[in-house]
């Protein structure tokens, strides 16, 4: 059985940091692509960060320079580390995977969440003042 399992979000200030967690187990870590989707209220979901197989990145523009995407192998473990956190970055956030083969940087949004590839059940960021 697949399952991506987040952990770690939450509220935080605005300026604040926070790092979301998901482990996956049931398909071929090595393999994948690791990334997170997010979907803001009355918004569509879309693409915030992948991880490669390869180990290479992508992050989305409204990310760039304030989030970090890594991963541990050895814990099939997928981080997002969020830092100085703005309003517009509320939302539930998603962690998804795919093949290799069938790279999550061509599904940048909006997607349905849970339609293509492997999702997690979304962990919610609120970020305020």
């Known amino acids: 059985e697949v399952q991506l399992v987040e952990s770690g979000g939450g509220w935080v200030q605005t300026g604040g940091s926070l790092r979301l967690s998901c482990t996956a187990s049931?398909?071929?870590?090595?393999?994948?692509?690791m990334g997170w989707y997010r979907q803001a209220p009355g918004s569509e979901c879309e693409l915030v960060s992948v991880i490669s197989s390869d180990g290479s990145t992508w992050y989305g523009d409204s990310v760039k320079g304030r989030f970090h995407i890594s991963q541990d192998k050895s814990k099939n473990t997928v981080y997002l580390q969020m830092y100085s956190l703005k309003p517009e970055d509320t939302a539930v956030y998603y962690c998804a995977a795919d093949s290799s083969s069938n790279p999550l940087v061509r599904r940048p949004g909006p997607v349905v969440p849970g339609v293509v590839g492997y999702w997690g059940q979304g962990t919610q960021v609120t970020v305020s003042s």
């Open positions: 049931g398909f071929s870590f090595d393999d994948s692509d």
